[in-house]
């Protein structure tokens, strides 16, 4: 049996989800967007991401399944039990943290794309899925969540 392990420079867009019971994120004291239970994504802009990668990776927050159902097992996605998505730009995701002793950030989309493209996936999750709040580009942000489990996982697109 042969597999195939890409490099780490041909997968692109990157999220960090995280099942919880709760989440907010908040600018300058203000909430800028709140859920109950649901998912916490923490969404990182790579350079030679696009609308087909943002499309790709919501598809795959709204069904990946990681919520209990009756018997306990994680069969469940988040459309299923109607939860919230609580989507919150993070650049430093991107990072390569692989050598020295400072994050290089020579992956990440200009600030400007990764500006559009977050705009990009907030329109196109708002058109598809009801129950959304988000964080704001290039903002100071700060994110409160109770993490269910706790339940992460790191989602890319191929």
């Known amino acids: 049996m042969v597999f195939f392990i890409a490099p780490i420079d041909l997968l692109l867009m990157i999220t960090i989800i995280q099942r919880v019971t709760e989440a907010k994120v ?4 203000q909430c800028t967007g709140a859920i109950g239970r649901g998912i916490l994504a923490l969404v990182a802009v790579e350079k030679d ?3 087909k990668e943002a499309g790709r990776l919501l598809e795959r927050m709204l069904d ?3 919520f209990a159902d009756s018997e306990g ?4 996605s988040l459309r299923d039990i109607n939860g919230g998505l609580l989507l919150v730009p993070q650049f430093t995701l991107a990072a390569d943290t692989r050598k020295g002793k400072r994050p290089s950030f020579t ?3 200009p600030p400007e794309q990764g500006r559009q493209l977050f705009a990009y996936l907030q329109g196109l999750a708002q058109s ?5 709040a ?3 580009f290039g903002a100071d942000m700060q ?3 109770i993490n269910d489990g706790p339940v992460t996982f790191i989602l890319r697109t191929p």
């Open 26 to 29: 908040s600018v300058d004291q």
């Open 49 to 51: 991401d696009s609308e």
């Open 64 to 66: 990946y399944r990681i």
């Open 73 to 76: 097992r994680m069969n469940l």
């Open 107 to 109: 992956s990440a989309a």
């Open 128 to 132: 598809v899925y009801p129950n959304m």
């Open 134 to 136: 988000f964080g704001v």
């Open 143 to 145: 994110v409160i969540l």
